[in-house]
């Protein structure tokens, strides 16, 4: 089946750092690729998606490109800040007439001031 | 403004006891769903529903109904609850296109004692 990998359970950096979470997905379809991010006592909110493989979404700073080829979905913020820190999930999306998501597990960002 | 409201927003039950979680949604979406929220899993679909009186079984539905009595409103219902099914739950709508994002409520926490 469907599944979304995030090799990174946590994340911590410092104000103006480089931020970069890995994900990679697996199906047989042709998905929309999403980044999610939940705050705290909040529901998960799209931040970016992207349609289109070899297409970049931009949202906020944050930045993702569909990579067919090596079937990833990297997020990517060049200066963090405080206030982004969340949690951050990798979601694959089913072209189907159901919407299924499939989510990954979820990184921890941490930024300190 | 469109919304997904959950109620309610903690709930404590003990073992066998009989739990409803209620989900509105005021976006015109078609699609409505239950996902439990666990850590180190991320999001797990448990029902979802296409329209009223529609249910679909999602990747974890053991020990959970669901009903969903009009276009907006969506029903999990736990029977007899165990402590496995402590957890953060989330309601979400979509229009169901599989390119659309989800709208996600503000969960309800859970606890089965």
């Known amino acids: 089946g469907d599944s979304v990998t995030q090799m990174q359970g946590q994340v911590t950096l410092s104000e103006d750092d480089f931020l970069f979470i890995n994900c990679t997905y697996s199906t047989t379809w042709y998905p929309t690729l999403f980044w999610y991010v939940q705050y705290p006592g909040e529901g998960p909110q799209l931040l970016l998606k992207?349609?289109?493989?070899?297409n970049k979404g931009i949202s906020r700073g944050f930045e993702a490109t569909y990579d067919k080829r090596t079937t990833s979905f990297h997020l990517q913020k060049a200066s963090v800040q405080e206030s982004d820190s969340a949690v951050y999930y990798c979601v694959l999306g089913e072209r189907t007439n159901t919407g299924k998501l499939t989510f990954g597990d979820g990184t921890v960002l941490t930024v300190k001031p | 403004e469109a919304a997904v409201t959950q109620s309610p927003r903690n709930k404590v039950t003990v073992t066998g006891g009989n739990v409803t979680l209620s989900c509105r949604q005021t976006?015109?979406?078609?699609?409505m769903y239950w996902y439990r929220q666990d850590t180190g899993h991320g999001l797990r679909l448990i029902h979802y529903?296409?329209?009223?009186?529609?249910?679909q079984i999602g990747d974890v539905p053991d020990g959970y109904k669901a009903t969903r009595t009009t276009q907006e409103d969506f029903f999990l219902l736990l029977e007899l609850a165990s402590p496995s099914q402590t957890s953060l739950y989330f309601c979400?709508?979509?229009?169901?296109?599989?390119?659309?994002?989800?709208?996600f409520g503000s969960g309800t926490r859970l606890l089965v004692i």
């Open positions: 992207v349609t289109t493989a070899n």
């Open positions: 529903s296409y329209g009223a009186g529609n249910l």
């Open positions: 979400a709508s979509s229009d169901g296109t599989g390119n659309s994002d989800y709208t």
């Open positions: 976006n015109s979406h078609n699609y």
